[in-house]
């Protein structure tokens, strides 16, 4: 009978990976009655109060805010001066084909949306919700809103290494088990040596005649 033929087995090669559109957005909110030594040393607690603030105001424009730092007093002719909090918002779009225009939209959904959430309050209602750090905190309107208009965007276009092919491990060769004691040594010797020789038969008696 004929012998049997092995189909060959097909390799799966990775789905393409889906290149994206990197987006960052970097502005400010400017906050009065923040310590900016304490808020730039608590990440968990005041860092991510504001991040997600923002995130929630900005109707999920972003997907995470990054590189939030305090930078000091805007002014210091008064008690109430300014702490401008300024923040990176990063939003990954899919597809490079219309990086800047992508951008710019997202830059400009995202001034829209925070400056009515600065009008009409709900920014801080979330933060002091957020953390009651800011419980006596208020936002500076008019330099907030400078800010706003000043933002900036930038974009990046990433696309993700494709994942690498399975490979087969190869199977181990056979090896040959060799004995451990030395040709003509008895089953179950352990030194290697031969056994002593069993004594030759006795000739058998010679016929008469």
């Known amino acids: 009978s004929p012998s049997p ?28 009655g923040v310590n900016p030594v304490l808020f730039n040393a608590d990440k968990t607690g005041r860092q991510a ?32 001066a300014g702490v401008a ?12 084909d219309n990086g800047e225009q992508v951008s710019a939209e997202r830059l400009e959904q995202s001034m829209d949306a925070l400056t009515l959430a600065i009008d009409d309050g709900s920014f801080l209602t979330t ?31 990433t696309t993700p290494a494709p994942s690498p092919r399975p490979t087969t491990k190869p199977s181990p060769r056979p090896t040959a088990t060799t004995s451990s004691g030395a040709p003509g040594g008895a089953v179950g010797d352990d030194d290697g040596t031969a056994d002593d020789a069993a004594p030759a038969p006795a000739p058998a008696p010679a016929s008469g005649g």
């Open 85 to 96: 909090i300024s923040y990176t918002g990063i939003a990954r779009i899919d597809g490079t």
């Open 5 to 32: 033929t092995h189909r060959p087995t097909r390799i799966p090669t990775p789905a393409p990976s889906q290149a994206q559109t990197l987006v960052q957005v970097a502005s400010s909110v400017t906050l009065e």
């Open 49 to 80: 109060a504001f991040a997600q603030s923002i995130m929630d105001s900005t109707g999920g424009l972003f997907e995470e805010i990054i590189d939030i730092v305090a930078a000091g007093r805007r002014r210091l002719d008064d008690g109430g």
């Open 127 to 157: 933060l002091q919700a957020a953390d009651s750090a800011f419980a006596a905190v208020t936002v500076d309107v008019t330099a907030t809103y400078a800010a706003i208009a000043a933002a900036t965007v930038v974009f990046v276009v």
